[in-house]
């Protein structure tokens, strides 16, 4: 699997600074790095608009939505040369807002609930003409822009073609929407509204019903029935969960970030990385019915499945071992680290912010430095590991800088 790289843009031959000091010091200046970044925003509104169905152009758009979440809190000696290789002299499409929503006027103000209803038909309808004359009253209304953002993540919360592409890039974009002014904010939901209704339709799950949970005390752990290829077992856990699938799912993204901790081969590591970021990103949206909820459900599990059966790498700590050390951190007891997932538990699970903060971008210079270019979705991981504690509680939210960590192993 390649790397998303979307190509470099025509119109945009920024003139960068040349050594790390200035870059650095360019960086800092808020109105030259805004306008750095409008630079790559009016790149990915123009391939956006070009090719609203080519997968490869809507994966290189949400990593650089992911890129622009995250460069604000790096140097610039490390964002700038990311712009220089996207932005460079070769021909490419380019595209502003304006461009877009030129010969489109906005519709009069409606109340509130109107609106958001109006919208949901309009977006049925796939008229492209009439949903942007409202997308562009809507924007300038902030409760009305919420209706959009949570009605644009319903219609793609359940799809599961291309690997939950719809459901990625809504979550990408609905994490950059709220910085938008009103011209960006309608030009862009319409585009995801455009690649929503250009992209194949995905396949039908088969949602089977769920049973009343009925332990016997040696169920096989779900992760083992996963590590195992053991299909009774894992759908025994998926239809005892059935009906509470949002819980369900939470658990097969922690399982996941499990199974490429000790997952050995790096082709099903990267397969693995890619249902982490569909099920993050699912996870983020709203859902319209619990019936909703299970056909995702179901349509991630009988995606994971299909990586199932590993063989688990030589020298990995097992979750007691990771889980001790991780308590002992958190409570100033532990050990000063010895390997490389006990440094990363020391820095991130110490409650200090800084210490994470540090860590984080040390990461993101190490592995961009050499081979981020080479590796599928990096800064879509980098965004969602560090954010991913928050889409559910319980024992496991550490795990995900360890997650990061364990897909840019040396």
């Known amino acids: 699997m390649s790397s998303p790289d979307p190509e470099p843009t025509s119109r945009l031959r920024p003139r960068l600074p040349g050594s790390a000091s200035e870059q650095d010091s360019c960086w800092a200046d808020p109105q030259a790095a805004n306008s750095f970044r409008l630079d790559l925003w009016h790149a990915i509104l123009g391939r956006w608009q070009a090719y609203p169905d080519d997968v490869a152009v809507l994966e290189g758009v949400v990593e650089q939505l992911s890129w622009l979440q995250e460069a604000p809190s790096m140097a ?24 877009i929503i030129a010969h489109h006027h906005a519709d009069r103000a409606l109340p509130l609930d109107m609106e958001g209803e109006e919208f949901g038909r309009r977006l049925a309808a796939r008229d492209p003409d009439a949903l942007m004359s409202l997308l562009l009253s809507m924007a300038e209304d902030e409760r009305a822009r919420e209706l959009v953002v949570a009605g644009l993540g319903l219609s793609m919360a359940a799809d599961a073609e291309a690997g939950g592409l719809r459901c990625r890039l809504a979550a990408a974009w609905a994490a950059q929407a709220a910085t938008l002014d009103n011209q960006d904010f309608a030009a ?16 039908a799950v088969v949602v089977p019903e769920s049973v009343s949970p009925s332990s016997t005390g040696d169920e096989k752990p779900l992760l083992e029935s996963l590590r195992q290829r053991d299909l009774p077992a894992f759908m025994q856990h998926l239809r005892a ?3 509470q699938p949002l819980a369900a799912l939470r658990q097969l993204f922690l399982s996941t970030g499990l199974a490429i901790l000790e997952c050995a081969e790096d082709a099903q590591r990267r397969e693995l990385a890619r249902l982490y970021l569909w099920m993050g990103s699912s996870l983020q949206l709203p859902h319209r019915s619990r019936q909703q909820s299970r056909r995702l459900l179901f349509g991630i599990a009988a995606a994971l499945f299909t990586q199932a059966g590993w063989q688990r790498l030589d020298g990995v700590p097992s979750f007691r071992e990771v889980q001790s050390y991780g308590e002992a951190v958190r409570a100033g007891t532990a050990g000063p680290p010895t390997h490389p997932w006990q440094s990363c538990l020391a820095a991130t699970q110490d409650g200090q912010p800084e210490h994470e903060a540090r860590w984080w971008q040390h990461r993101a210079l190490q592995y961009a430095a050499s081979s981020a270019c080479e590796r599928p979705y990096f800064f879509a991981l980098w965004h969602m590991a560090k954010t991913a504690g928050a889409l559910g509680g319980g024992p496991l939210t550490w795990i995900h800088p360890l997650v990061f960590q364990a897909l840019h192993r040396p």
């Open 76 to 99: 610039g000696s490390w964002a700038l040369p990311w712009l220089e290789r996207w932005l460079g002299p070769s021909r490419a499409e380019t595209a502003t807002a304006a461009e």
């Open 188 to 203: 862009s939901a319409w585009l995801l509204a455009r690649s929503h209704w250009s992209l194949p339709a995905s396949c």
């Open 241 to 243: 969960m059935g009906d």
